[in-house]
């Protein structure tokens, strides 16, 4: 393949294969944004831009793992519930592999721009009237009979390619700052990201390249309307609790019954890290602050940094840290949700002199 040894398929000898299904994915910015980290006030605070993948999410780099497999196993049909970014990944994904692939998508909460990608890169769609986790159990269930190979993030080989995450900032933070990160923030849905982060830092341990105190804290921000994983942290539970009603403008994490929790709960706790809800207007506010610094990321991405704000003022996260913000998907994911958060174009007349009225220089 062309992309043999580049992006996630650099770390290979910690994935199941030598290549994989790619476009290349993987080598995401660990984006500087000097005001944030003043204003925030952290030693250090680092963007690792996950939106700049091939599709626009960290999705990618699991899939192209995950469709790998699936063409070794010789499955017919891939399928996947999704919130958005996971459908757009895995019909691009499978599209690039040549397979037939079949997504279940809560009707009316997914993003228009992670629509458009599914469809044009020939998923079949359906939207179920339900929400993602009653997709999920749908997508399961196809996957028990026999129907569909599942590429949804309880299909351990996505986790493998996920690690990458893991294992860039490791590496680009040591090269900039000679330690690593302290502690990394990360918007948390299904939990799959948190799950991948902790097993990479555990097999960076065990292989004695780091020590167990240079593990960077697990820190999950999830929204406020879909905060099981806050839930189970707080009241200190190893397992969460269903939430049947869940909702957020941070679409991409409006889910109620993280699959993961099990493997990501203990990451949580024993790296010492912690969860956060953050509320919608807070989520929105860290959109626009990351958008001031030029970085363009969808509301889920955000909840890292709103997270991150918040733990600030409860003083959990002290000033002397050095942090990694993940922010999981791109801007254009959602142009409704940015329009919306952004400034509103204004109507003028096709003329300079009103240009100039309007900018108050006549
Ligand atoms: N951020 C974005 C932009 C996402 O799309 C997702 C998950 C998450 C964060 C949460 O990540 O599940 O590893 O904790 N999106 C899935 C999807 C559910 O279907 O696209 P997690």
Redesign the pocket.
Known sequence: DEFEGEGVWRYSAALPFEEGVSLPEGHTPLHRVPRLEEEVGVRSLRVKHEGMNPTG?F?DRGMTVGVRVAQEVGVGRLA????????AALAAYGARGGMETLVLLPAGKVAAGKIAQAALHKARILEVDGN?DECLDIVQDLADRGEAYLLN?LNPFRLEGQKTIGLEIMEEHYEDYGEYPDRIVL????????AALYKCFRELVKAGEITEEQVPKLTGAQAEGAAPMVEAIEEGNDETRRWEEVETRAT??R?GN?V?APKALPGIRETGGTAVAVSDEEITEAQRDLAGEGVGV?P??AASIAGLRKLRDRGVIEDDESVVCLT??HLL?DPDAAAEAGNDPEPVDNSTEAVLDLLGEN
């Not at 918007?187 to 948190?194: D, E, F, R, W």
Request: hydrophobic share 25%; glycine share 12%; net charge positive.
């Open positions: 999410s999705k996947c519930a999704s919130t958005g970014n996971t459908s993602f993030s918007p948390v849905g299904n939990a799959g990201n948190t991409a994490i889910i993280p993961n969808e889920a991405s999981t998907g994911k």
